[in-house]
């Protein structure tokens, strides 16, 4: 590997990144045939094919995804060695990229003016997503950090802290289901107006798996990819399904109630604070990592 040229693995990482040569091509502003040029060098030093043409772009092979992992490893590596050296200056630079499922952001606001107060010259970026796309950026080192709910398992995820957050029936208080007795069942929830979040969120692949089980199909009202949205639906009548942690400020208010579903598939989702397994945080990654544990009540007992 170390007879590798940086620049062929570079050409080979942003061609898959980005799903073709040509656009890989026009991102480092060199002719496509360099791409293909390089890329096939590569391929001849590792006498493996790394990369896969096929009508909607490229794809790695198994023997790619592995010269993917070392690349990535790499730019890891270097990150904490450049950040090592800027905590010796007292962290007076460097970036940390967080990646969130829209239901933590209420719960962020005291580490990130914590952290951002600290640190003011460390640059801090935030991206809100679906939790399909915060495992992706996890994975693929696009983010150091996720925040995310009821992810599916993955092998190439480390977890640093899973806390049980129950799925709940969210009404005002004056609605109708917020009269009843015991756990709310699924099976005719959407004779109410029910709005639910779009299949990326972790809720409806949850909410997926109890449809299965019960051998019914809700039809939502509105499907929306806002938590905002959702929680103001539900204030004015509606019904919605998220965990408690979500509407914390609005319980707190008593603009909504939180009601238990029945069904232990609504117990057991969980909020998990998330990296990529093997990556070596860099030290501001690591000091945010630390406040996120102590300030979110998604993750306390």
């Known amino acids: 590997m170390s007879l590798i ?9 942003e061609a898959v990144r980005l799903g073709s040569v040509r656009a890989a091509a026009d991102a480092l502003d060199v002719a496509p045939s360099a791409v293909s ?20 772009g490229v794809k790695p092979t198994e023997a790619g995804e592995r010269v993917l992992d070392y690349y990535r490893q790499r730019l890891a590596q270097q990150e904490v060695l450049l950040d090592s050296l800027q905590a010796l200056r007292g962290l007076q630079s460097g970036s940390v990229v967080l990646s969130v499922g829209e239901g933590f952001i209420d719960g962020l606001s005291a580490s990130l003016t914590r952290f951002s107060t600290l640190y003011p010259k460390i640059d801090l970026q935030v991206n809100v997503c679906g939790g399909n796309e915060v495992i992706r950026q996890v994975v693929e080192d696009e983010s150091h950090i996720g925040l995310v709910f009821n992810p599916a ?42 709005a639910l979040p779009g299949v990326s969120f972790g809720i409806r692949q949850i909410l997926s798996l109890a449809e299965h089980q019960l051998g019914i199909s809700l039809v939502p009202t509105l499907t929306c990819n806002n938590i905002a949205m959702l929680k103001r639906f539900a204030m004015q009548g ?64």
């Open 5 to 13: 040229q940086d620049r062929r693995i570079l050409y080979f990482f």
């Open 37 to 56: 040029r390089h890329i096939a060098q590569l391929e001849q030093e590792l006498s493996a094919p790394l990369m896969e043409r096929h009508r909607r």
């Open 238 to 301: 509606g019904v919605t399904l998220l965990p408690s942690f979500v509407v914390e400020d609005e319980l707190r208010k008593a603009e909504l109630v939180a009601l238990p579903l029945h069904g232990e598939v609504f117990s057991n989702p969980e909020a998990q604070l998330i990296t990529r397994l093997g990556r070596q945080l860099s030290v501001g990654a690591n000091r945010l990592l630390s406040m996120l544990l102590q300030d979110m009540s998604a993750f306390k007992e």
């Open 153 to 194: 398992a993955d092998p190439k995820i480390r977890t640093h802290v899973r806390r049980r957050q129950p799925l709940r029936v969210v009404v005002a208080q004056d609605h109708p289901l917020a009269g009843e007795k015991g756990p709310i069942t699924l099976r005719g929830l959407d004779r109410h107006r029910l």
